[in-house]
């Protein structure tokens, strides 16, 4: 198996651990959905990693970063993610004025019309996406969040999907 097919089963077999998993380093908006099992029929998804964008320049991004709101702090805290916020900086103008303005993107749950950010309703979300064009135009738009959109024709849109289904490489079970 793959290195990511043996940290899936790590990740599902501590899920009542494991809140949630955060990254960055992509640039890009993203999320991928951990399973319960790599058979799509019973497959139940039991995790989510959280990739966020990044505050450095990129090949056609703006700097970006994210906020989470967590439950936590307290006694019998879940440590769920509630939402998260992105905030950027539209360089373009920062450069015209002078001066840069950091912005809330948006909130997830608005966003993307979530009752709540558990791994069952990015799976519904991303289920939405295969159907849904402007919901589908407004991750694409987060996904790259930069002063030129990301051409990306059905099969390129698939793919994203397809990523949205599957933290384990190589396994497209779930596409």
Known sequence: ???????????????????????????????????????AADAVPDNIAFIAPSVT??????????????????????WTVLD?????????????????KWTLEYSARAAYNMPSLFPRDWADFATRCRTDDKLMSLYMWHFQHGPVPLKCDSKCIEGKICRMFTASSGNKNHC
């Open 57 to 78: 320049t990129y090949s056609q991004h703006f700097p970006t970063y994210r906020i989470y709101d967590i439950d936590g702090g307290d006694n019998g805290s879940s």
């Open 1 to 39: 198996p793959t290195w990511s097919a043996v940290f899936s089963k790590i990740v599902t077999r501590f899920a009542n651990t494991i809140a949630a998993q955060f990254y960055g380093h992509t640039h890009n908006d993203e999320f991928e959905i951990f399973f319960n099992s790599t058979a």
């Open 84 to 100: 998260h916020h992105n905030y950027w900086c539209n360089l373009t103008d920062a450069n015209l004025s002078g001066v840069p």
